[in-house]
């Protein structure tokens, strides 16, 4: 495409130059400018995207003002619904699909047919105390109080989109007391390795494996490396593209590759491409249908190139426990990159890009590792410098 002169486009739509496709900007409720690609090249189609989208999206926005008046009166499955929706604008899918889920247990405890305004402080602390004793049936531990609270901070954000959070709930309302321990497991050279042979074993574990290399050699997180499309990898100029509508933070980014990330990313293009994949849309990770009795029944399809697979939790937990490192999560890799990079002496400002973190507080956690490093580099420099210093000092014979 860069090559060839794109041809001339309606007015408010624009050829997207990070990939071939078409796009246009719009704004959200809060003024907010979005970009939105129209997954096309046909202006034709692409106008007629635009049109619909902003429909919708005028559509949703009316809605929200007819209700805002009575949004109090609805009950807690509706307003979380609106509340979900409005938050889309500046999270991303998988966002919000993880809160959906933890907010389930709130709609549990306080019942979908709630009134909002009848939530009680009383009440909450309740949920907050009932909550903390329960068995987590993932983690087959006892829900934390970091989980607790942000299950309430998502009922506290429903409740404030509603207009019931009240200055009375704000100054008496309390958070469970945490263990700011945010940084997760590191592993060491020894234990990757370890991982690499045990899974090289079993053909069940490969296809972890490899995406685990991806993400020690990236710092990318598990979501991304998941939606990667063939179009996103660019192994000769060394980086792959994180899309905004992907990311965590909603913003793109172009993670460098280091070598061990380019050996998994070509196993894993290859495999795509021995699936059928080849089109620049298709997923470098196709959903598998034949695991899905659902999808399974509907179609003679056993992969769908136009969807992500959706998880590798199963077989990774069972590589890890192969090599006596049961709890170490896949997002541990991310920490795990992070800390070497800090070992390394990498600035800060750099590891922020590369990662794609939004702010300097969750960077700093590796400050001190930063520090070891540039200790370490002190004692090598002086070592090198002791006959220069010995001389100066006039110790030298």
């Not at 807690?76 to 959906?100: D, G, H, P």
């Not at 034949?290 to 998880?311: D, G, I």
């Amino acid at each position: 495409m860069k090559d060839k002169k794109r041809q001339r486009l309606p007015r408010g739509l624009h050829w997207d130059p990070k990939s071939q496709y078409i796009s246009f900007n719009w704004r959200d409720s809060r003024g907010k400018q979005h970009g939105q690609s129209t997954h096309t090249t046909d202006p034709a189609r692409a106008l007629i995207f635009k049109l619909d989208f902003l429909k919708k999206q005028r559509a949703s926005l009316d809605q929200i003002e007819n209700a805002t008046e009575n949004l109090s009166t609805l009950n807690l499955r509706q307003v979380s619904e609106m509340y979900f929706n409005w938050k889309r604008a500046s999270n991303s899918a998988n966002t919000i699909s993880r809160e959906q889920k933890m907010f389930k247990s709130v709609l549990r405890f306080f019942g979908s047919q709630t009134v909002v305004r009848s939530i009680s402080l009383a009440k909450i602390r309740q949920y907050q105390q009932e909550r903390r004793s329960h068995i987590s049936s993932h983690l087959k531990q006892q829900v934390t109080g970091r989980t607790v609270n942000y299950e309430a901070q998502l009922l506290r954000g429903v409740m404030t989109y509603a207009g019931c959070w009240t200055s009375d709930l704000a100054t008496q309302y309390k958070p469970l007391r945490q263990v700011k321990s945010r940084a997760g497991k590191v592993a060491t050279k020894e234990q990757l390795m370890n991982i690499i042979a045990a899974a090289k074993t079993n053909p069940y574990w490969e296809l972890a494996m490899y995406a685990a290399a991806v993400a020690i050699g990236t710092g990318c997180r598990s979501c991304e490396i998941k939606n990667l499309r063939l179009q996103d990898i660019h192994l000769e100029a060394g980086k792959i593209v994180v899309r905004a509508e992907i990311a965590k933070n909603r913003r793109e980014r172009e993670p460098r590759l280091m070598a061990l990330a380019q050996w998994g990313l070509r196993y894993l293009l290859n495999r795509a491409t021995a699936l059928g994949a080849g089109k620049p849309e298709h997923y470098l990770l196709p959903l598998n249908l034949s695991k899905s009795r659902r999808l399974s029944k509907a179609t003679e399809q056993k992969w769908n190139l136009h969807q992500p697979m959706v998880s590798w939790v199963k077989s990774w937990r069972k590589l890890v426990e192969k090599c006596g490192m049961k709890g170490f999560r896949f997002h541990d890799l991310r920490h795990t990159f992070r800390t070497l990079g800090a070992e390394a002496g990498v600035p800060l400002e750099v590891m922020m890009a590369q990662l794609g973190h939004m702010d300097r507080e969750t960077s700093l956690q590796y400050v001190h590792i930063q520090q070891h490093a540039l200790e370490r580099a002190r004692q090598l420099i002086e070592s090198e410098q002791a006959e220069i210093l010995a001389f100066a000092q006039g110790d030298a014979p």
